[in-house]
T-cell receptor, first 112, second 111 residues
Framework: EDKVVQSPLSLVVHEGDTVTLNCSYE??????LLWYKQEKKAPTFLFML????IEKKSGRLSSILDKKELFSILNITATQTGDSAVYLC????????????FGQGTTLQVKP | NAGVTQTPKFRVLKTGQSMTLLCAQD?????MYWYRQDPGMGLRLIHY???????AKGEVPDGYNVSRLKKQNFLLGLESAAPSQTSVYFC??????????FGPGTRLTVL
């Protein structure tokens, strides 16, 4: 059975800290891994990773995929209170359905 | 361009009542999905559709039905609501096997 596991489940840091969120996956016919940010409403897309070792970057956020060890990390540097959210990781199998398998999410709280 | 919209935003039902949640997208997406989100469990797929007139079961389909009569709309029905269906429901759509775009969610409470 396909599954995606995120760790830690929750995290509290102070502004300026750097955080690393983890996502491991077991997805049959794996195609890509996606990261979303959810702030009390709809998840919004952050990154899609398909190749190992290639870092995707957007401002203070970056992510990388390791297809050999079946995991991905999401890094946030110089955290701000606006980074407080639930971060969701999802695995996408190769299929014609577009289905995603979501992890439980990591709740990040950034304190001033 | 409104993206993905959901109606209603909030609803309280009594056990045994029925209701329909409406999802609409204006991006001409083929694929649409209904998820439920419960604390500590991420997003779980209820039903999905790969095109107008098609539907399929997801991970947690029991107690729900869906219909996709028009490409832009995806309806989720609860025939006889149960307290276990108290949750936040999200609809999503995509044009292909790519990132999904989510609606704002519907918070449903079943008493």
């Amino acid at each position: 059975e396909d599954k995606v596991v995120q760790s830690p489940l929750s995290l509290v840091v102070h502004e300026g800290d750097t955080v690393t969120l983890n996502c491991s996956y077991e997805v049959t016919n794996f195609r890509s891994l996606l990261w979303y940010k959810q702030e009390k409403k709809a998840p919004t897309f952050l990154f899609m990773l398909t190749s190992s070792g290639i870092e995707k970057k957007s401002g203070r956020l970056s992510s990388i995929l390791d297809k050999k060890e079946l995991f991905s990390i999401l890094n946030i540097t110089a955290t701000q209170t606006g980074d407080s959210a639930v971060y969701l990781c999802a695995g996408a199998p190769s299929s014609n359905t577009g289905k995603l398998i979501f992890g439980q999410g990591t709740t990040l709280q950034v304190k001033p | 361009n409104a993206g993905v919209t959901q109606t209603p935003k909030f609803r309280v039902l009594k056990t045994g009542q029925s209701m329909t949640l409406l999802c609409a997208q204006d991006m001409n997406h083929e694929y649409m999905y209904w998820y439920r989100q419960d604390p500590g469990m991420g997003l779980r797929l209820i039903h999905y559709s790969v095109g107008e007139g098609t539907t399929a079961k997801g991970e947690v389909p029991d107690g729900y039905n869906v219909s996709r009569l028009k490409k832009q709309n995806f309806l989720l029905g609860l025939e006889s609501a149960a307290p276990s269906q108290t949750s936040v429901y999200f609809c999503a759509s995509t044009s292909r096997v790519d990132t999904q775009y989510f609606g704002p969610g519907t918070r449903l409470t079943v008493l």
